[in-house]
């Protein structure tokens, strides 16, 4: 794995994955950038719901889960220094609850993204919402 980011001016950052993907970095203009962009935290955080359904999904196949729709939301407060607490939402199309939630919690033991998160103190809670 490799990320570079590079300065483009301001507070702004272009960073990739050296795979030809990339986002734009900021800060919020109350923070004196031009909110081109996310800011590096909340990069983080979206990569954490982004981790969460990738490994939903891989875990589902397996499990021969089927559902029609998958949305993770996550909910963090920020103390003084960092990200303190992760609420996560998950929403899910299925007729099978019983197996989601199997899944869901497979998914939050194993999400590479949330080990980091709980592994530097961040307290994470989870709901299962079925639709």
Request: with cysteine; charged share 25%.
């Amino acid at each position: 794995m490799k990320s570079t980011s590079v300065w483009t001016g301001g507070y702004k950052s272009k960073v990739d994955n050296g795979r030809g993907h990339g986002a734009v970095v900021d800060l919020p203009q109350n923070q004196g950038g031009d909110d081109v962009g996310a800011t590096a935290l909340e990069l983080a955080l979206m990569g954490l719901s982004g981790c969460i359904t990738t490994i939903f999904v891989l875990i589902a196949q397996k499990s021969r889960l089927e559902f029609e729709a998958l949305e993770a939301e996550i909910n963090a407060t920020k103390g003084e220094r960092t990200i303190e607490t992760a609420d996560v939402i998950i929403k899910i199309k299925t007729s099978d609850p019983k197996k989601a939630d199997r899944v869901l919690n497979q998914t939050l033991e194993t999400c590479p993204v949330g080990i980091l998160f709980a592994d530097a103190g961040v307290k994470i809670s989870h709901k299962l919402i079925v639709e």
